[in-house]
């Protein structure tokens, strides 16, 4: 156990000299990777793609049925008791002044 811990720091610290030597290499490479120019925006693409070996692979066939398709995606409102009802104002309104607004003249 303590001899596969010493490899993988040792591979770890080859990677780092090798980022420090060539950088411009490594950003090549994440630029090629990801698609994104700056390091910070390739940085988080390369989590994205880490991420993506944790969720399972989409089916993109053309001819592959569609999970939920034959469900109302609306549903039915069940909080009948909470409907909003209207209510006439009467004479709690603003009147409204029919006045011009401009300066008295």
């Known amino acids: 156990m303590k001899r596969a811990g010493l490899l993988l720091g040792l591979l770890a610290?080859?990677?780092?000299?090798?980022?420090?030597a060539r950088p411009a290499t490594l950003q090549h490479w994440l630029?090629?990777?990801t698609g994104e120019e700056r390091l910070l925006a390739q940085v988080r693409g390369l989590g994205h793609l880490a991420s993506d070996l944790i969720r399972p692979p989409l089916?993109?066939?053309?001819?592959?049925?569609?999970?939920h398709n034959g469900v109302n995606p609306f549903g039915i409102n069940t909080f009948l008791q909470h409907e909003v009802e209207r209510v006439p104002l009467g004479d709690?309104?603003?009147?409204?002044?029919?006045?011009?607004?401009?300066?008295?003249?």
């Open 13 to 20: 610290l080859a990677a780092v000299l090798i980022v420090a």
């Open 31 to 33: 630029f090629a990777l």
């Open 59 to 67: 089916d993109l066939r053309p001819e592959v049925p569609i999970a």
């Open 92 to 105: 709690r309104a603003v009147p409204v002044e029919h006045e011009p607004h401009g300066p008295a003249g």
